[in-house]
């Protein structure tokens, strides 16, 4: 069984709550992730709080900010990086480093991850669909090798947990140039069945709203606001509140 906290986009005053108040009553979450366009403090809030690792991919407007607004002038382009280096810090949260391009493991499980949206503005932390493809194949040939391994290696082959800030093409994604998903993530599903995938970007309007679709093998679950996240064996369960923590 592996209990995972999922968060993104917005910040949850209930899940606050909780962990501010009742953190004794999360001690059975196993790990945080986030799913992006969260601030730096909320997550070393939820980690110091439950004391638990964080798994984290940044959204689009977690920016590297290295638009070209200053133009030549040089007191501007020194005045615009240093604006631009806390943004540049955030990439790492509570000691963990971005899992954007990166495949981990954790327990029984490989865990990888893509940042950011759909390119439409060219100011943000945004990808065209052919340079998300190539960082999605990248990924794809790491965790082959990795199950190659296993195998080679008489070991049981590891579930496989993907976090995205965006979702994927046609699953909960909004026709708009920022919204759309990406249809190389499909093709990561096809390819690579994970169990779950986490993504975030796609506002719900209230953080009670649940959005889960399953693609083949992979339950879609959109973490927005806050979700905890059940996996036992192959059943996926998600609730917002916490089975542990009724504390309305
Ligand atoms: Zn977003």
Same mark, same amino acid.
């Given at each position: 069984?592996?209990?995972?906290?999922?968060?993104?986009?917005?910040?949850?005053?209930?899940?606050?709550?909780?962990?501010?108040?009742?953190?004794?009553?999360?001690?059975?979450?196993?790990?945080?992730?986030?799913?992006?366009?969260?601030?730096?403090?909320?997550?070393?809030?939820?980690?110091?709080?439950?004391?638990?690792?964080?798994?984290?991919?940044?959204?689009?407007?977690?920016?590297?900010?290295?638009?070209?607004?200053?133009?030549?002038?040089? %007191? *501007? $382009?020194?005045? =615009?990086?240093? +604006?631009?280096?806390?943004?540049? /810090?955030? !990439?790492?949260?509570?000691?963990?480093?971005?899992?954007?391009?990166?495949?981990?493991?954790?327990?029984?499980?490989?865990?990888?991850?893509?940042?950011?949206?759909?390119?439409?503005?060219?100011?943000?932390?945004?990808?065209?669909?052919?340079?998300?493809?190539?960082?999605?194949?990248? %990924? *794809? $040939?790491?965790? =082959?090798?990795? +199950?190659?391994?296993?195998?080679? /290696?008489? !070991?049981?082959?590891?579930?496989?947990?993907?976090?995205?800030?965006?979702?994927?093409?046609?699953?909960?994604?909004?026709?708009?140039?920022?919204?759309?998903?990406?249809?190389?993530?499909?093709?990561?599903?096809?390819?690579?069945?994970?169990?779950?995938?986490?993504?975030?970007?796609?506002?719900?309007?209230?953080?009670?709203?649940?959005?889960?679709?399953?693609?083949?093998?992979?339950?879609?679950?959109?973490?927005?606001?806050?979700?905890?996240?059940?996996?036992?064996?192959?059943?996926?369960?998600?609730?917002?509140?916490?089975?542990?923590?009724?504390?309305?």
């Amino acid at each position: 069984m592996l209990k995972i906290l999922a968060v993104s986009d917005s910040e949850s005053p209930g899940l606050e709550t909780m962990v501010s108040r009742f953190p004794e009553k999360l001690r059975d979450i196993d790990l945080i992730i986030s799913c992006g366009d969260l601030e730096r403090e909320y997550l070393e809030f939820l980690v110091d709080g439950i004391n638990r690792d964080l798994f984290f991919v940044s959204g689009n407007h977690q920016q590297e900010c290295d638009d070209d607004v200053a133009g030549d002038n040089p %007191v *501007e $382009r020194l005045l =615009q990086s240093l +604006r631009a280096f806390p943004e540049k /810090l955030a !990439r790492c949260i509570a000691g963990q480093s971005d899992l954007h391009g990166r495949v981990v493991t954790y327990k029984n499980y490989i865990i990888a991850g893509f940042g950011g949206s759909m390119w439409y503005s060219g100011r943000g932390n945004e990808y065209s669909e052919r340079e998300m493809a190539k960082t999605v194949r990248q %990924v *794809e $040939r790491k965790i =082959q090798l990795f +199950r190659l391994r296993q195998k080679i /290696l008489n !070991r049981p082959p590891y579930d496989l947990i993907i976090i995205s800030h965006a979702p994927l093409f046609r699953v909960h994604d909004e026709p708009d140039q920022c919204h759309k998903g990406f249809k190389c993530f499909r093709d990561f599903v096809e390819h690579m069945s994970p169990l779950l995938w986490l993504h975030g970007h796609i506002h719900l309007g209230d953080v009670k709203k649940h959005q889960i679709t399953v693609v083949g093998k992979t339950t879609v679950v959109n973490a927005f606001g806050h979700k905890f996240v059940a996996i036992d064996k192959d059943k996926i369960e998600v609730s917002f509140m916490h089975a542990q923590a009724n504390v309305s």
